[in-house]
């Protein structure tokens, strides 16, 4: 019995360990979702788009995955959920991927997502990326904007997950260090010139 | 009676929407357009009994804020929070559109006798005076205050133009950078247009490292036009005038202020590495400084950090920490 306890042990030990570096792996942002300005229409094209029909109440959601630390190998390794946690597929416009340092990595590319005005209004959108994520995302040479369609389209800004703390993201912490020996702890920085004075009068009283 | 009685409630009513509409702009417009900078001396606060320090705030909205107020959250501490003593404008927080200026509280922090020594969190919270409900959740104070750790250079790097990863994927990474345009509020054309920064597709990659002599920059400008121009913007401390540092893709040359012997460039494509000696800028074997990144690309201004009327005022920039 007590061996049988001993390998569930480790067996749990050793699934922990390889569990969190796929955790650490993942990253998100949040997508809030906003109207377009007119230069939002400024490359558009004439005509309509097929896909959004006539239903008014469907939105293309259109932006720039820029976030600094956004890198993916694969174009799988991107999902996106909305506020319920359901999976959206992502358009990704190829015209646009960038790559730092030239090889296969994307850090930086335009996406857009189809959508409606009632998930919208429930709240933001989550973008998660990592080697570990699967997605049956759509490709695409570029997204194109018609102006046709010009109610339909929505933009959306990203912004950092907000930190799971008491403080929330409008208050910012500092870290202070109590020293009891804090009031001379600059003194230090006057050693060296004590002792170049000091050496300096040496000097001058046994030397000359 | 029966005429006038909706009609007072139909100005009541108007007035109070119009209030509350003006207040929650102000809250909006603080995300882009307060800058917030937390001022310690070598990053790190040291209290035996007791210790200050400032919080700079610069507003660059198209109006003043009425009255801001900073509360310091702490059980380990008791806070005196006060304004500066030429903060003759207090409460209110001038805009430096209409000839504000930068402003600061002073914060003393008072060691409780049963803290012992120790590392401790202090929270910082900016809010409306009048109403303290009223927090500036819209502003990332958090991002205001985060310095900077540059890190040392890589072993393998080389300033030739050739971009590789194993010199610079460890460098500090400054991206996403932003247009600051002038939009009516919630596209109400009859009310006052107000400053936002916009995701710009014009979008930079600048990567800095460092070691004890220089100062090492990698500037992608990712695409290409007629004429295009990065410049880096560094300043000793907060007091200090901005130092322009230039790079010119077209003209594939970097510029300075000064006459800068000791600068290397070397382009390629649309990415420069630059190696800058920190003797240039003054500041061998300073502990930290601050830096902003703007770039004019055609007729396309962008920014790191800051807007128009804030670029050349040190509080909103990154303070970069090289120890």
């Known amino acids: 019995m007590r061996k049988t306890v001993d390998i569930a042990f480790y067996l749990c030990t050793i699934l922990i360990f390889c569990c969190l570096p796929s955790y650490s792996l993942e990253k998100s942002i949040i997508l809030t979702v906003k109207p377009p300005d007119d230069s939002f229409f400024e490359q558009a094209m004439d005509g309509s788009c097929t896909s959004m029909g006539a239903n008014r109440s469907v939105r293309m959601v259109v932006g720039l995955i820029n976030e600094p630390s956004f890198e993916i190998k694969n174009t799988e390794n991107a999902v996106l959920y909305d506020s319920d946690g359901r999976k959206i597929p992502i358009i990704m416009d190829k015209s646009s991927f960038y790559s730092e340092f030239g090889d296969s990595t994307i850090n930086s590319m335009r996406i857009a997502f189809i959508t409606d005005d009632d998930t919208i209004a429930k709240g933001s959108f989550r973008f998660e990326w990592g080697e570990n994520i699967r997605a049956d995302n759509k490709i695409v040479d570029s997204i194109a904007v018609y102006r046709a369609n010009k109610d339909n389209y929505r933009v959306f800004v990203w912004e950092n997950q907000p930190q799971k703390s008491d403080l929330a993201n409008y208050s910012a912490t500092l870290d202070v260090i109590v020293d009891d020996k804090a009031d001379t702890y600059y003194l230090w920085y006057l050693l060296p010139m004590a002792m170049i004075f000091a050496m300096l009068i040496v000097r001058r009283i046994f030397l000359t | ?323």
């Open chain 2, 1 to 323: 009676m029966k005429k006038v009685m909706p009609a007072v409630f139909s100005v009541l009513f108007t007035t109070s929407f119009v209030y509350a509409h003006l207040c929650n702009d102000v809250f909006i417009q603080a995300k882009d357009n307060l800058a917030v900078k937390v001022d310690i001396r070598d990053n790190q606060l040291r209290v035996n009994k007791s210790a200050e320090f400032r919080v700079y705030l610069l507003n660059t909205m198209d109006r003043d804020i009425a009255n801001i107020q900073l509360a310091v959250e702490s059980d380990d501490f008791d806070a005196v929070v006060k304004p500066a003593p030429d903060w003759t404008s207090f409460p209110e927080l001038e805009t430096k559109n209409k000839g504000g200026k930068k402003e600061y509280f002073i914060v003393r922090l008072n060691r409780k006798p049963a803290t012992e020594e120790g590392r401790y969190k202090i929270g910082l919270t900016l809010y409306n005076g009048e109403n303290k409900n009223m927090v500036f959740k819209t502003m990332d104070i958090k991002d205001a205050i985060v310095d900077m750790q540059i890190p040392l250079k890589s072993a393998e790097l080389n300033i030739d133009g050739q971009v590789n990863k194993n010199e610079w994927d460890t460098a500090f990474l400054c991206t996403s950078f932003y247009e600051y345009k002038h939009e009516s509020v919630f596209g109400l054309p009859w009310l006052k247009s107000q400053g936002v920064n916009k995701v710009s597709q014009v979008q930079t990659r600048c990567r800095f490292s460092r070691d004890e002599n220089n100062l090492y920059c990698m500037a992608d400008f990712q695409t290409e036009k007629n004429d295009d121009t990065i410049n880096i913007h560094i300043a000793k401390d907060t007091d200090s005038v901005p130092e322009i540092i230039s790079i010119n893709l077209q003209q594939k040359k970097v510029s300075f202020s000064k006459p800068s012997p000791g600068i290397t460039a070397h382009f390629s494509g649309t990415k420069a590495e630059i190696a800058i000696p920190l003797a240039l800028l003054d500041l061998k074997g300073a502990g930290s400084f601050y830096v902003n990144i703007t770039r004019k690309q055609d007729n396309t201004q962008t920014y790191w950090r800051g807007n128009d009327v804030s670029v050349n005022d040190p509080i909103v920039y990154a303070n970069f920490i090289l120890k």
